[in-house]
């Protein structure tokens, strides 16, 4: 199995940035994609970002709009999100979470089986 452990998150002021990092530990060979996922106090968890492993084909959620920027280093098994002029409605836990599966559905959280304990992000108005 895979271990993601997410980092690099903190408090921000609005305008700001953060990059957070995934440390994807264990079996990751085979891995198909890792993707961000978000959840806000009373809201449900949705998608922000995901990224095949080996293609590096990108898929973002509308609400980036062309704010955040995710990558990977493959030979550090390690996945990013680039977050810039970052809003308080972009306050929220942040989640890694890993796939094997390839059918596709990257907005879905249950497409994903391995999952980080979160970072917390919060940017200040």
């Known amino acids: 199995q895979v271990q993601p452990v997410e980092s690099g998150g903190g408090l921000v002021r609005a305008g700001g940035s953060l990059r957070l990092s995934c440390a994807a530990s264990?079996?990751?060979?085979?891995?198909?994609?890792m993707g961000w996922f978000r959840q806000a106090p009373g809201k449900d968890r949705e998608f922000v970002a995901a990224?095949?492993?080996?293609?590096?084909?990108?898929y973002y959620a509308n609400f980036v709009k062309g704010r955040f920027a995710i990558s990977r280093d493959n030979a550090k098994n390690t996945l990013y999100l680039q977050m810039n002029s970052l809003e308080p409605e972009d306050t929220a836990v942040y989640y890694c979470?890993?796939?094997?599966?390839?059918?596709?559905?990257?907005?879905?959280?249950?497409?994903?089986?391995?999952w980080g304990q979160g970072t917390q992000v919060t940017v200040s108005s």
């Open positions: 264990g079996r990751t060979f085979g891995m198909y994609a």
């Open positions: 979470a890993a796939r094997y599966d390839t059918s596709g559905n990257f907005e879905t959280a249950i497409m994903y089986r391995y």
């Open positions: 990224i095949t492993w080996i293609g590096g084909t990108t």
